[in-house]
């Protein structure tokens, strides 16, 4: 459902945005609401879930998905598609808290990168399914109905969760909230991203998009010598001491930056370059989904038998090349061409996924995976988020902003050719840029080392029983 839903507004958004009439601010911010919802609660409910246990939250992120997703359907103006959308998002947070963490509790570490890998081929179909029922859906009906598809399935989801999954994990029952540090770290993930999109947009002064960054430095500091100092910290930060857990984390922080955007630009350079409908955009896609499915469980495989270093590093190499290539395509490309591209991005990121996640979860102690497992979505969140609103940063340096707003609302009326090729540059920058950035990915992946020797973390915060 999650992968579902992320692809159906990708494909939609032009359609959404010019129905309610936003402009490209509020265009992004209906897909960015979500991933913002579903950011700020990541490490609350990963601790809760450690104390709780992740089976009963899991089964809460579904109802409440599924309540979001029937507000969003309802929605009369962009703002109330936004707000209902973090609703979403919070719901998300819950799911994507617990699901690595379940499924790690319930495998034998010698098939975890397999099993992480069979995860993210369910997500992928997800997807797939997403960018063509999007497409079919619009075809026939209005965007609102884009929302309509998640709520049998959510209640699917919620029933099933309730009755076929089983609680594996050792629990903290009892241990306090750091309500306190929730607070700090809120705060920092809030203005942070605020503070981003700000300078994507130019909707504000300087003074402000600097004050937001401020108050966002100021917040994780404090949020660091808190968590250093409370005996049940949200975030054990002697988790930072793990190697493989961080170089994990950083390298794909840098590649959900490099990454996040191109889907919609992929959307884009379809509909609004090529003039293609929805759905033709949605089934044009698609290869790059079909190269993942392939790469994810054959790369967590061959992880679980020789390391993830060598497929962690190869795929993200293989991304930049097809960003690299990507930013060489124009009206005239050829659609082979570009199949080949997108099918090089969709085995990149099927050979560094599963063993990245895989390198990331099974390095921390079992009564910390909740968290792990929370802080690692955190922070592809909000590389995600950075990518869209860099994306449309770089595009503004190259196209004007009232440009950009009335070819993703899909007012083409007014727009000359020559916007239009301006606008294509745009975008072909930005594959520069990101490609750039997941080149930077690769180090942090090689520095973690090969994993195969995992030293116990010394001196974590006490469990109790």
């Known amino acids: 459902m999650a992968g579902l839903d992320s692809r159906i507004v990708v494909v939609g958004l032009p359609q959404v945005a010019g129905s309610l009439h936003a402009d490209a601010e509020q265009a992004v911010w209906i897909t960015q609401a979500y991933v913002l919802g579903s950011t700020v609660a990541l490490l609350l409910f990963g601790r809760l879930s450690d104390i709780v246990g992740r089976v009963k939250l899991y089964k809460v992120g579904f109802a409440v998905f599924t309540f979001g997703s029937a507000l969003t359907s309802a929605a009369a103006n962009p703002a109330q598609v936004i707000a209902f959308r973090a609703v979403q998002g919070l719901g998300a947070a819950i799911l994507f808290s617990n699901s690595a963490a379940i499924i790690v509790d319930a495998t034998p570490a010698d098939e975890l990168g397999l099993s992480l890998g069979i995860n993210q081929v369910a ?57 306190l540090g929730f607070a700090t770290f809120s705060v920092f993930i809030l203005t942070l991203l605020l503070g981003l999109t700000i300078a994507a947009y130019g909707v504000a002064e300087t003074t402000t998009v600097v004050g937001l960054f401020l108050v966002s430095v100021s917040a994780l500091a404090a949020f660091i010598v808190l968590e250093r100092r409370h005996p049940h910290p949200l975030l054990d930060l002697k988790l930072l001491r793990i190697r493989e857990f961080t170089g994990g984390i950083v390298a794909q922080l840098l590649n959900a930056i490099a990454f996040g955007a191109v889907l919609l630009l992929l959307s884009l350079h379809f509909q609004l370059v090529l003039q293609k409908s929805p759905l033709e955009a949605g089934l044009l896609i698609i290869p790059t989904d079909i190269a ?3 790469a994810g469980p054959l790369s967590g495989r061959l992880s679980d038998r020789y390391g993830h270093l060598p497929f962690t590093t190869t795929g993200l ?14 009206a005239f490309t050829p659609y082979p061409v570009l199949v080949v591209d997108m099918m090089l991005l969709g085995t990149g990121l099927g050979l560094f996924a599963s063993p990245n996640i895989s390198s990331i979860m099974g390095s921390v102690p079992p009564q910390r995976r909740g968290i792990a497992s929370s802080f690692r979505a955190t922070f592809f969140n909000v590389g995600y988020t950075i990518s869209l609103n860099l994306a449309i940063l770089i595009m503004t340096f190259t196209v004007p902003y009232a440009i950009v707003t009335r070819i993703i609302s899909s007012s083409t009326v007014g727009i000359s050719e020559a916007d239009r090729l301006l606008f294509e540059q745009g975008i072909k920058t930005t594959y520069l840029w990101l490609a750039a950035i997941n080149t930077v990915a690769i180090l942090p992946s090689l520095l973690r080392g090969r994993g195969a020797n995992r030293a116990p973390v010394p001196t974590l915060a006490p469990v109790e029983p």
Do not use: C, Q
């Open 317 to 330: 190499a293989v991304i930049t090349l097809s960003l690299l290539l990507f930013s060489t395509t124009d």
């Open 292 to 294: 993942t499915l392939a």
């Open 123 to 179: 997500f992928r179909m997800g997807s797939m399914a997403g960018l063509t029922v999007s497409g079919i859906i619009l075809s026939i009906l209005d965007w609102r109905a884009l929302f309509y598809v998640n709520i049998p399935i959510g209640i699917f989801g919620t029933t099933w969760a309730h009755f076929r999954l089983r609680e594996m994990a050792k629990v903290e029952r009892g241990a306090p909230i750091d309500w």
